[in-house]
Nanobody, 121 residues
Framework: QVQLVESGGGLVQPGGSLRLSCAAS????????MGWYRQAPGKQRELVAA???????TYADSVKGRFTASRDNVKKMVYLQMNSLKPEDTAVYYC???????????????WGQGTQVTVSS
């Protein structure tokens, strides 16, 4: 059983910072892509950041220069450091990972349960 668990969400004032963490656990053979998505009320889920194991990261234009994503392949974790937060960053943030489970040859995309980030004064 493969599981992704996020932590670190909460309420923060505009201009503040939060750090999200996501841990993958279970019978994992290989983790390919890992990333962060978010979904605001009434909107579609969108990609926020996707760091690769090779060191590069794709960011949404709206978060460039403010958010930093990173991976720890040994710990099977991905992080999202969010600075200079704005009210429009308010959303449920989801961790995702493309994982090949033990005993399988193909990968599946797994999702965490989501963590609420609210930016408000």
């Amino acid at each position: 059983q493969v599981q992704l668990v996020e932590s670190g969400g909460g309420l923060v004032q505009p201009g503040g910072s939060l750090r999200l963490s996501c841990a993958a656990s279970g019978s994992i053979l290989r983790i390919n892509a890992m990333g962060w998505y978010r979904q605001a009320p009434g909107k579609q889920r969108e990609l926020v950041a996707a760091p690769t194991s090779g060191g590069s990261t794709t960011y949404a234009d709206s978060v460039k220069g403010r958010f930093t994503a990173s991976r720890d392949n040994v710990k099977k974790m991905v992080y999202l450091q969010m600075n200079s937060l704005k009210p429009e960053d308010t959303a449920v943030y989801y961790c995702s990972a493309d994982i090949t489970p033990m005993g399988r040859t193909s990968w599946n995309r797994y999702w965490g349960q989501g963590t609420q980030v609210t930016v408000s004064s």
